[in-house]
T-cell receptor, first 114, second 113 residues
C-alpha cells in the first residue's frame, strides 16, 4: 500500500539533545513537507522540499533542519536551539502537478521534551 | 492576508443532527479549499475539497458550501454519527512552484450517541 511512514511514533528527549524524525514515502511524490501541530494552533509549516537536494524554510523553521538526499525520504532534525519542541510533528507529500492539489499525511510523531 | 479563520473551536452535536463548521479567508489568490479530518493520534486525511468556481460540493453526508464574494466556506455534516467525532481542519491553498497551504486552527467535533 502506498503511503507515508513516520517514525518513531513517540519520542522523548532531554533538553539540549538533538533528535531526528524519519519520514519515508512510497507514493512517488516530488514534494514533501513538515508541519508542527500544537493544540488550538492548527498546522504550521516548518520546511518543505520540491525536489531532491533542495528545500525551503516554512513559517517556523528556526531550531529545525532537514535534508532531502532521496526522493522517498525527508528527515527532520529538531535541534537544541528549538525553544519549545514538545509537539506533534506531521510529514506530508504531494505531487507537483498544479491540477492535483492533495496533501497526503503520515500518522505523525509526538515529541516530548523532559 | 494569509490567515484562515475557523470557527467554532469545538462543537457538540446529537446523533443525527447537522454539524456546521465555518472558515473565512482574505487572500484572493487561494484557489483550492480542502477539509481534513483527523482522529486522535493520527495524521489528517482529506475529506472533501472545492475550487472557487463552484458554490457547493457534496460527497455523501459531507457538503462544502462556498461563498466567493464573502470569502467564506463551510463544512456541513448531515446525519452526524459518533464515528464522525474528530478534529476538522479547513485549509486554503494556491500554487506557486509548489502548493502553499494555510490551515485553520481546527474544530473538535463530538457527536453524542
Amino acid at each position: 500500500d502506498g503511503g507515508i511512514t513516520q517514525s518513531p511514533k513517540y519520542l522523548f528527549r532531554k533538553e539540549g539533545q538533538n533528535v531526528t524524525l524519519s519520514c519515508e514515502q512510497n507514493l512517488n511524490h516530488d514534494a514533501m513537507y513538515w508541519y508542527r501541530q500544537d493544540p488550538g494552533q492548527g498546522l504550521r509549516l516548518i520546511y518543505y522540499s520540491q525536489i531532491v537536494n533542495d528545500f525551503q524554510k516554512g513559517d517556523i523553521a528556526e531550531g529545525y533542519s532537514v535534508s532531502r538526499e532521496k526522493k522517498e525520504s525527508f528527515p527532520l532534525t529538531v535541534t537544541s536551539a528549538q525553544k519549545n519542541p514538545t509537539a506533534f510533528y506531521l510529514c506530508a507529500s504531494s505531487v507537483r502537478d498544479p491540477g492535483a492539489n492533495v496533501l497526503t499525511f503520515g500518522a505523525g510523531s509526538r515529541l516530548t521534551v523532559l | 492576508q494569509q490567515q484562515v479563520k475557523q470557527s467554532p473551536q469545538s462543537l457538540i452535536v446529537q446523533k443525527g443532527g447537522i454539524s456546521i463548521i465555518n472558515c473565512a479567508y482574505e487572500n484572493t489568490a487561494f484557489d483550492y479549499f480542502p477539509w481534513y479530518q483527523q482522529f486522535p493520534g493520527k495524521g489528517p486525511a482529506l475529506l472533501i475539497a472545492i475550487r472557487p468556481d463552484v458554490s457547493e460540493k457534496k460527497e455523501g453526508r459531507f457538503t462544502i458550501s462556498f461563498n466567493k464574494s464573502a470569502k467564506q466556506f463551510s463544512l456541513h455534516i448531515m446525519d452526524s454519527q459518533p464515528g464522525d467525532s474528530a478534529t476538522y481542519f479547513c485549509a486554503a491553498s494556491f500554487y506557486s512552484g509548489t502548493y502553499k497551504y494555510i490551515f485553520g486552527t481546527g474544530t473538535r467535533l463530538k457527536v453524542l450517541a
